[in-house]
């Protein structure tokens, strides 16, 4: 780097920081030997960073910190209530439509291909249902 390219700010940020590739680290530091504006720069990075350190942190008001817990994202929390009542939905919809009929024709030939099908009689009810009555005798 020469005097008439200066080193962007964010790149004297990292190299403040300590944050910086080790390839640029040595450019860097020999731009900032000679130019006085980037060891300026630099210097009230250093300003800076002392007077953050030295402030106390702001204080939250009260109405927030029912809000705040220390080391968790804030994300919604799951309410038992939803899957409870998601749940019951989907056991009332199963009792009120009842068996659904399963044929098959229906079924295709992915059930033909199937282990279970040699269990299965072709009636009404699933062909799942028909290997766990099977298991049950």
Known sequence: MTDSTHPAGHILQAFHDGELESSLVADVESHCEECAACRAELADLERVEQFLA????????????????????????????????????GIILGLLLGPVPFTAEKAGTVLAQAETVSLWDGGTTSPLLAVFQSSQN
């Open 54 to 89: 030295a402030s106390p942190a702001p204080e939250l008001p009260r109405t927030v910190w029912h809000r705040v817990r220390p080391g968790r994202p804030s994300e919604p929390r799951f309410k038992p209530a939803f899957g409870i009542a998601a749940c019951a939905f």
